[in-house]
């Protein structure tokens, strides 16, 4: 997937609302950003790099694993696959909004 097909597979799923209250950036490295701002209404999924409550740091084909069932999240994160900067109440959450 390109970044811009991830990023409009989480504009649809997250939608108006993603009911977070928080924002979110998943930083894929080298291939880039998609940032999801819950803070206002209607959300906001986009591909700037600024100051989020969390950071979700995997590589891209490792979130892909994830999204696609292949690899779970929670292994991901104790194996070092996916590292949290900041606020892992909202990290916690995104289960809800992709699950």
Do not use: H, W, Y
Request: charged share 30%; proline share 1%; aromatic share 6%.
């Amino acid at each position: 997937m390109t970044l811009d097909e991830i990023t409009e597979n989480m504009r649809s799923r997250v939608g108006a609302d993603a009911g977070l209250n928080k924002s979110v950036k998943f930083d894929f490295g080298d291939d880039g950003i998609v940032r999801i701002d819950d803070t206002q209404s209607p959300a906001v999924v986009d591909n700037e790099d600024a100051s989020t409550d969390c950071t979700v740091k995997v590589s891209k084909s490792d979130f892909e694993k994830i999204a696609s069932g292949d690899l779970n999240a929670q292994m991901a994160f104790m194996q070092g696959k996916l590292k949290i900067d900041g606020d892992m109440s909202v990290a916690m959450q995104l289960g809800k909004v992709f699950g």
